[in-house]
């Protein structure tokens, strides 16, 4: 795996920054928006998917990384739940759903994946001694 410098280098954070404004979009184009309650808790989950990410890089350790990375998996959940709620009151289309859906699962997963090199990884972290992160 290359070298990771900052957290906007992480592939996983790029998507979800798009996650992010795939759900802005919707806001802004759909009935959702009109929903304050719905959109501030997406708003919020979604965001969460990316910080938890940045906020996990920036601890220079892998345990609290691969902590972190598990809040933003579990953010992903929250998400997509959200996106169910929104689909069943008709908040938004199929199509929006599905699109949206589709690259929450993709991260999801690619998080998932990444925790699992990071605990298999002998790179411990810049706080354990370990400049290889």
């Given at each position: 795996m290359?070298?990771?410098d900052k957290f906007e280098d992480i592939e996983i954070w790029n998507k979800s920054r798009e996650i992010c404004s795939d759900i802005e979009y919707l806001f802004e184009n759909t009935n959702l928006g009109k929903r304050f309650s719905m959109k501030d808790q997406m708003d919020r989950s979604s965001g969460?998917?990316?910080?938890?990410?940045?906020?996990?890089?920036?601890r220079n350790g892998n345990r609290e990384f691969i902590n972190f990375l598990s809040y933003s998996?579990?953010?992903?959940?929250?998400?997509?739940?959200?996106?169910?709620r929104?689909?069943?009151?008709?908040?938004?289309?199929?199509?929006?759903?599905?699109?949206v859906s589709v690259k929450i699962e993709?991260?999801?997963?690619k998080i998932g994946a990444f925790?699992?090199?990071?605990?298999n990884s002998e790179i411990k972290g810049l706080k354990f001694g370990n400049n290889k992160q």
């Open positions: 290359a070298k990771i969460s998917i990316m910080d938890n990410i940045a906020e996990g890089f920036e998996k579990g953010s992903c959940g929250e998400l997509k739940s959200q996106l169910y929104a689909l069943d009151k008709k908040l938004i289309s199929q199509i929006q759903f599905d699109e993709l991260v999801k997963n925790m699992k090199y990071l605990n």
